[in-house]
């Protein structure tokens, strides 16, 4: 069965740093991953996906990251946080068989003045 | 382009009353899906569907039934709400099989049972 573990619910940067949210997945098959992002009071929307192909992913809004089959992870970054980042960030895992998305817990992002 | 739409976006309930909540997609999507999210457990999924006419249980069914009679719509009934049950609830569609494609998710229903 496939799991996804973030690390840290809640992360506070300041303004200009870097961001750094963990995300481990465990399956037993190739995953697909993706990272959303939901803003206070709204839907999720994505951010960023990995498939096939080149494992350091770019997304929307200057974040991106990096698949790494040895760790099983998947880390999303962004170089320098602004205050519109705010929001709750999950980490979510496809297997190839199916539709079926199973999401992490999720990371509360506080970005500082 | 309205994506998923979910109705209504905020809802209180009591205890032991019932309700429906819609979820309506205009993509064409033959997957549609339902999760509830819980603060610091993310979301957890209620039920799905792969097409009209068939459903499926996710992993944290009780309490809630769905039906599937078109392609477009998918709604979540709760049968005899219970405080339990207080929660954001999620619907989500997406291209059945098509596992590199993201999943499109509605606005949310806040429910409070009381």
């Known amino acids: 069965a496939q799991s996804v573990t973030q690390l840290g619910s809640h992360v506070s940067v300041s303004e200009g740093a870097l961001v750094l949210l963990r995300c481990n997945y465990s399956s037993s098959v190739p995953p697909y991953l993706f990272w959303y992002v939901q803003y206070p009071n709204q839907g999720l929307q994505l951010l960023l996906k990995?498939?096939?192909?080149?494992?350091l992913v770019k997304g929307i809004n200057g974040f991106e990251a990096e698949f790494k089959k040895s760790e099983t992870s998947f880390h999303l970054t962004k170089p320098s946080a602004h205050m519109s980042d705010a929001a709750e960030y999950f980490c979510?895992?496809?297997?190839?068989?199916?539709?079926?998305?199973?999401f992490g817990e999720g990371t509360q992002l506080t970005v500082n003045p | 382009n309205a994506g998923v739409t979910q109705t209504p976006k905020f809802q209180v309930l009591k205890t032991g009353q019932s309700m429906t909540l819609q979820c309506a997609q205009d993509?064409?999507?033959?997957?549609m899906s339902w999760y509830r999210q819980d603060p610091g457990m993310g979301l957890r999924l209620i039920h799905y569907?792969?097409?009209?006419?068939?459903?499926d249980q996710g992993e944290v069914p009780n309490g809630y039934n769905v039906s599937r009679s078109t392609t477009e719509d998918f709604p979540l009934r709760l049968l005899s709400a219970a405080p339990s049950q207080t929660s954001v609830y999620f619907c989500?569609?997406?291209?059945?099989?098509?596992?590199?494609?993201?999943?499109?998710f509605g606005q949310g229903t806040r429910l409070t049972v009381v």
């Open positions: 569907s792969v097409g009209a006419g068939i459903t």
């Open positions: 979510a895992v496809r297997e190839t068989s199916g539709s079926r998305l199973t």
């Open positions: 989500a569609s997406s291209k059945q099989g098509a596992v590199n494609t993201e999943a499109f």
């Open positions: 993509m064409n999507h033959e997957y």
């Open positions: 990995y498939t096939t192909g080149a494992t």
